[in-house]
């Protein structure tokens, strides 16, 4: 929770916001910035729910050819190790890189959508690995939009990690990326 100066402000949205449970109005009401309110949430949801500030994330993407039919996947798990969340999106045609970032950037979306603010992401990309830890330059014209929407997002958590796995230990994320092409 935050402390000193940020106190007041918390207490003052949570008594506003005790008798109608109405976000969007009370924070109008009390002339609050819409960003302000979110970092309320995110403190509170930190709080309330500590398995949520720290994250494993499994990410993968598929492309049945390359461009081809894409899909990406993530598994959300909390600091215990237990599944909160199994994400999948279909892509339409892109590469496979494009896939595996736009399951990055769609994972840690809903980390911050949880309120974590440490995330751990395993993947089975070399490339995107070594891309995002600044080992490797993003060459790609069509990657370097979601690089940096990766690294906005990234920028975000107060500590982040992306660790490279075999394939074999990442095969949740892998089914939900091939689940998201044939739209299951």
Do not use: C, W
Not at 2 to 20: A, C, H, I
Not at 34 to 40: M, V
Not at 47 to 69: T, W
């Amino acid at each position: 929770m935050p402390s000193g100066k940020d106190t007041l402000p918390v207490k003052k949205f949570l008594e506003g916001l005790k008798d109608s449970l109405d976000v969007r109005n009370t924070v109008l009401r009390l002339g609050m910035k819409e960003a302000d309110a979110r970092r309320i949430f995110s403190s509170l949801i930190s709080e309330l729910f500590p398995e949520a500030s720290s994250l494993l994330i499994y990410v993968d993407g598929a492309s049945r050819g390359n461009p081809g039919q894409a899909g990406s996947g993530a598994v959300v798990k909390d600091g215990d190790g237990k599944v909160i969340r199994r994400l999948k999106k279909k892509l339409g045609v892109a590469t496979n890189n494009t896939a595996e970032y736009s399951a990055l950037v769609m994972a840690l979306s809903e980390a911050k959508k949880l309120g974590a603010r440490r995330v751990s992401v395993f993947a089975d990309s070399e490339l995107m690995v070594r891309q995002i830890n600044g080992a490797y330059r993003v060459k790609s014209e069509g990657l370097k939009p979601l690089y940096a929407e990766a690294r906005g997002l990234i920028d975000g958590f107060a500590e982040f990690s992306i660790t490279h796995i075999d394939r074999e230990k990442n095969t949740d994320a892998d089914r939900l990326a091939n689940e998201a092409i044939d739209g299951v």
